[in-house]
């Protein structure tokens, strides 16, 4: 299983971001995938799932109407379009599938994506 993450970068805020995953080493399209983040010295933060489907997603509150997470089987890629962006998202950005009842599998199984969001 691997993942690679890209898009990532520096911004001011109120500005957008779109991160891309591509998946690779498992049957894409069947398992939930998770966007989560980690800024450094914390712990990592699940912030969205969408299933195999694309159909059904999920969102933390503190990100709920500010991102948006898609995926294209067809590309064996998910994305998450972020809008509105503030100093607090600024993390290394990871994408993971579901393991069992957890959001997200570890470890990470990619490198992850920068996010800096400049006040």
């Known amino acids: 299983v691997q993942f690679v993450e890209s898009g990532g970068g520096m911004v001011e805020a109120g500005g957008s971001l779109r991160l891309s995953c591509v998946g690779s080493?498992?049957?894409?399209?069947?398992?939930?995938i998770s966007w989560v983040r980690q800024a450094p010295g914390k712990r990592p933060e699940w912030l969205t799932s969408?299933?195999?489907?694309?159909?059904?997603?999920n969102y933390v509150a503190a990100v709920k109407g500010r991102f948006t997470i898609s995926r294209d089987n067809t590309k064996n890629t998910v994305y998450l379009q972020m809008d509105n962006l503030q100093p607090d998202d600024s993390a290394l950005y990871h994408c993971?599938?579901?393991?069992?009842?957890?959001?997200?599998?570890?470890?990470?199984r990619g490198q992850g994506t920068q996010v800096t969001v400049a006040p």
């Open positions: 969408i299933d195999g489907s694309g159909r059904r997603r």
């Open positions: 993971a599938r579901r393991q069992g009842d957890r959001w997200y599998q570890l470890p990470f």
């Open positions: 080493g498992f049957t894409f399209r069947e398992p939930d």
